[in-house]
């Protein structure tokens, strides 16, 4: 096998979190990385020592022999990575969600889509997690088809970013666009539907109160609900809470239809995890019939080895692993597309909409999905 070479342009923690990953995958290296901050190159150096350190995007493209790009920079910052891109050195993109961060940017990455010669991925890590990939292999049948899905999230605050990007809406797109965009991709691979209409409720309760950034105080919102219509009259809904990190599960996901209800219970990062507890909670999938009854527990555990490269599961390791089929020619279109990633987008911008002003936002109003999948 020839070793396929990604760039990689940012390198923080979720781009350190890749570079764990990739260096678990056969037939695969870090050739180059584009890392601004001085200790984060630092540590990227440490973990590839291999890869050379650019100095700009520019200077990463002009690398030899690559043949993928991730791209692991603040949400603000990946559109505009992406026409650099375009103009300079098409190659295929693993690109972290969000997508976008503002609404007035749909025009570009239309034109984006349009034109870009090469596959673009876009990374929605929870889909890969074993504990959700068992769950939307079985959940349609299961239930006999999927009339309500819940999503819950009780977490920890955000972390400390670099230059304290993620503390402000104009960097992220807004809570529900950074953070929840993964869940706004799993309510539409779950239904297989397109939204229509997001109710959403919330605010900033209680973290990042008492920061302030050179006189500015964050605007992060740290708690919600969020009521999605679907076309073909499933409803989905998402419950985050950023100040619950105490909680067993940090991700709880339910699927009910006529026949059963399924479950997937999700722990947070095991190095949160306190050792005076013992070992961090496995995963479960439990399947709960209606007739006759009798819930059925079964345990998902992830390969420790995966656990240790990352924060999520072992899902950046799966998702790589697709990924590179792509890259190789042996699948020929993304499983996370374009599309997929400015969907989610969408539906999170739907949402903040809906907070801010107190109603009901019709999708179709918001002119925010791609045209393609806009629900009739
Ligand atoms: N899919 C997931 O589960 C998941 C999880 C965490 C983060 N993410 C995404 O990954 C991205 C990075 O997040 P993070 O948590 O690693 O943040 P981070 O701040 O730790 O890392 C971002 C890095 O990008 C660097 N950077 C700043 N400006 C840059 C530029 N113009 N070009 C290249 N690099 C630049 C920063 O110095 C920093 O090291 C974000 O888009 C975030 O939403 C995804």
């Not at 650099?84 to 749909?106: C, G, H, N, Q, S």
């Not at 809406?169 to 397109?194: P, Q, S």
């Not at 708690?223 to 499933?234: E, K, L, P, T």
Request: charged share 25%; hydrophobic share 45%.
């Amino acid at each position: 096998m020839t070793t396929t070479r990604y760039g990689i342009i940012g390198c923080g923690m979720m781009g350190q979190e890749h570079l764990r990953n990739i260096a678990l995958l056969e037939g695969a290296e870090v050739a180059a990385i584009f890392e601004p901050d001085a200790g984060m190159r630092a540590e990227a150096a440490r973990l590839a020592p291999a890869a050379r350190m650019a100095d700009s995007v520019a200077d990463l493209l002009a690398t030899p022999d690559l043949d993928c790009l991730l791209i692991a920079s603040p949400n603000f910052r990946h559109l505009e990575q992406m026409e650099e891109i375009a103009a300079t050195r098409p190659l295929p993109i693993l690109v972290e969600k969000p997508l976008f961060t503002d609404p007035a940017e749909t025009a570009r990455l239309a034109a984006f889509r349009d034109s870009y010669p090469a596959p673009v991925w876009v990374a929605m890590e929870y889909r890969y997690m074993p504990p959700i990939a068992a769950f939307l292999k079985e959940a349609q049948e299961t239930t006999g088809g999927i009339r309500m899905l819940t999503i819950r999230e009780h977490r920890f605050p955000f972390l400390h970013k670099v230059g304290g990007w993620n503390r402000f809406n104009r960097y992220t797109g807004g809570t529900f666009v950074e953070k929840c965009c993964h869940f706004f991709d799993l309510m539409r691979l779950t239904l297989g539907d397109e939204p229509v209409r997001v109710m959403a409720s919330g605010s900033q309760a209680v973290n990042h109160a008492d920061e302030d950034y050179e006189g500015v105080a964050p605007d992060v919102l740290d708690n919600g609900y969020v009521i999605v219509d679907f076309a073909r009259g499933g409803r989905a809904m998402l419950e985050l809470c950023m100040f619950a990190e105490g909680a067993r599960w940090q991700e709880e996901v339910t699927a009910v239809g006529p026949k059963a209800r399924i479950e997937a219970l999700v722990p947070g990062p095991g190095r949160f995890w306190p050792e005076h507890l013992g070992a961090p909670p496995v995963p479960q999938l439990i399947v709960s019939p209606r007739d006759p009854k009798g819930p059925e527990l079964r345990e998902i555990p992830v390969d420790p080895a995966l656990l240790e490269a990352g924060d999520h599961n072992g899902s950046t390791f799966y998702q790589h692993a697709r990924f590179l089929e792509l890259v190789r020619g042996e699948r020929a279109h993304p499983e996370v597309t374009l599309e997929d990633g400015w969907a989610a987008v969408a539906m999170g911008l739907a949402a903040q909409m809906s907070i801010r002003e107190g109603r009901a936002v019709a999708i179709s109003e918001t002119g925010l999905m791609p045209a393609r999948l806009r629900a009739a």
